[in-house]
Nanobody, 125 residues
Framework: QVQLSESGGGLAPAGGSLRLSCTAS????????MGWFRQAPGKEREVVAV????????FYLDSVKGRFTISRDDAKNTVYLHLRSLQPEDPAVYSC??????????????????WGQGTQVTVSS
């Protein structure tokens, strides 16, 4: 059974930082592209960042480029999302997900078969 578990969410001030972690089990982690997604109340879920199975390629939502960084540590079966310079549009439930590398690193969220429960990110003014 594939399981993904996120942590690191919480309350941060505008302009502040958080680091989210997602630890996976039940899969060969190094064979999967990993993604971070977010969903705010009343809005559809959107992809925030993805990283390829080998960690060599990463892609970001335009609004987070230069502020967020995705990385992975295969020895720990963990993918990270470092959120910097948090802005009012960033609060949401952030979830990680896994997709077989055969789907391609730039595939849409429908390619992600396994999802975590999410962690809440809140930004104070």
């Amino acid at each position: 059974q594939v399981q993904l578990s996120e942590s690191g969410g919480g309350l941060a001030p505008a302009g502040g930082s958080l680091r989210l972690s997602c630890t996976a089990s039940g899969l060969t982690f190094s064979s999967y592209n990993m993604g971070w997604f977010r969903q705010a109340p009343g809005k559809e879920r959107e992809v925030v960042a993805v990283v390829s199975d080998d960690g060599d390629r990463a892609f970001y939502l335009d609004s987070v480029k230069g502020r967020f960084t995705i990385s992975r540590d295969d020895a720990k079966n963990t993918v990270y999302l470092h959120l910097r310079s948090l802005q009012p549009e960033d609060p949401a439930v952030y979830s990680c997900a896994a997709a077989s590398r055969s789907r391609g690193v730039r595939a849409g969220q429908s390619a992600y078969d396994s999802w975590g429960q999410g962690t809440q990110v809140t930004v104070s003014s």
